[in-house]
């Protein structure tokens, strides 16, 4: 006995079957949402990104075409896949190392970072002209670092205030372990306020930080950044899943009730225009609706027209697709061997425009086959 192969065997085919289109939804879904995410630039758009990105990994592909759930679920997971990678492997460590010395801003330059036996002193030059401002340092202590997320321990932000020397040095004595912080400097004025324009650029510091608590700091910003992201694009394709499932199902008891057309004949091939069981003309542009036999539903007031099989009224006096005439008057009609017969239903003939009997099979002037 010859088996058929097992469905997953068939996964690849449906990949080869996609069209141009689709192919080019889910490209333009999977690289825009890695770009944002390497690049940074989804951090502009503040705590948003979580519903964001998920959403345009999802809805680039939707609105170029594809409607596979099961392909549409492949996308998603090898974007976590690859994107796990690059993260865990390059876009998290350098910006790690990019990040991990003073660059001149705010009102402070000249950073010297040094480290002693408890954490670090800092020694920075003041650069403002505001001498009873206190200088402070936020550090806080980071577990995950997820592309350009920082991820902070609960209660591991301490602001800690330094010393400012009349000739405008500033040092910062910080406590700190080889866990891996951030910091940021800034000045409070006399009430307590942060002097905006004081605040220097977030740094990373990494002298005390063993490599085993970066790794894990990276690995797990990574993975938090793109569970986020997991789960909310499974969570859209879930509950549209969900909702195709329970709109295919009602279209195919509409279909096997007669209240639908199946796919490929539910809409009218001249407008595009939306046809149902029953209709002839078109409601939009009148044109013929021409449908498989077996797709009509069963009416007692039509009959099939004998030139062309298109369904016709049983007043109409000309069929809606060839054109042809029927009439119910007494006809009679001339046949080749010279013989007359009296009929009530006739059609004209396409071919010459004799009238012919409606059940004729040939016209028995010039002698033209019709469709039985």
């Not at 002193?121 to 806080?140: A, R």
């Not at 042809?324 to 006809?331: A, D, H, L, Y």
């Amino acid at each position: 006995m010859v088996q058929s192969a097992p469905d997953f065997m068939n996964e690849p085919k449906k990949w080869m079957n996609l069209n141009k289109k689709q192919l080019l939804g889910l490209g333009l879904g999977f690289f825009i949402t890695l770009g944002l995410l390497v690049s940074g630039y989804y951090t502009w758009i503040g705590g948003l990104w979580m519903i964001v990105l998920p959403a345009i990994l999802y809805l680039f592909p939707h609105l170029f075409g594809m409607k596979d759930s099961k392909i549409m679920a492949v996308h998603g997971a090898v974007f976590i896949v690859v994107t796990l990678l690059i993260g865990v492997f390059y876009s998290a460590p350098a910006l790690i190392e990019n990040r991990d010395k003073f660059v001149d801003s705010g009102m402070y330059s000249d950073a010297d970072i040094i480290v002693t036996g408890t954490g670090y002193t800092i020694t920075v030059t003041y650069t403002g002209d505001d001498f009873s401002y206190t200088p402070m340092v936020q550090i806080t202590e980071t577990y995950g670092v997820g592309f350009y997320t920082y991820y902070g321990a609960e209660g591991g932000t301490r602001d800690i205030p330094g010393t400012l020397s009349t000739s405008g040095d500033i040092t910062f004595d910080i406590p700190a372990d080889d866990s891996l912080y951030t910091i940021a400097m800034y000045m409070k004025d006399g009430d307590g306020k942060v002097v905006s324009e004081s605040v220097t650029n977030t740094i990373f510091l990494t002298e005390m930080t063993s490599d085993a608590n970066i790794n894990r700091a990276v690995l797990t910003g990574v993975v938090y950044t793109l569970v986020f992201i997991a789960i909310l694009f499974f969570m859209i394709l879930f509950f549209t899943y969900i909702i195709r499932s329970k709109a295919n199902k009602t279209r195919t008891r509409m279909i096997e009730q007669g209240r639908l057309y199946p796919d490929g004949y539910g809409r009218c091939k001249e407008c595009d225009a939306i046809v149902l069981p029953g209709e002839i003309n078109c409601r939009k542009c009148g044109a013929y609706i021409d449908v498989p036999k077996e797709f009509r539903p069963n009416k007692v007031d039509f009959f099939e027209c004998e030139n062309c099989g298109a369904e016709v009224p049983e007043d109409a006096e000309v069929c809606p697709k060839c054109g042809v005439t029927f009439s119910e008057t007494e006809v009679e009609v001339l046949h080749a061997d010279g013989t007359v017969e009296v009929v009530e239903s006739t059609f004209g003939c396409p071919s010459c425009g004799a009238e012919i009997p409606i059940v004729s099979e040939i016209c028995p002037k010039c002698g033209k086959m019709f469709r039985k």
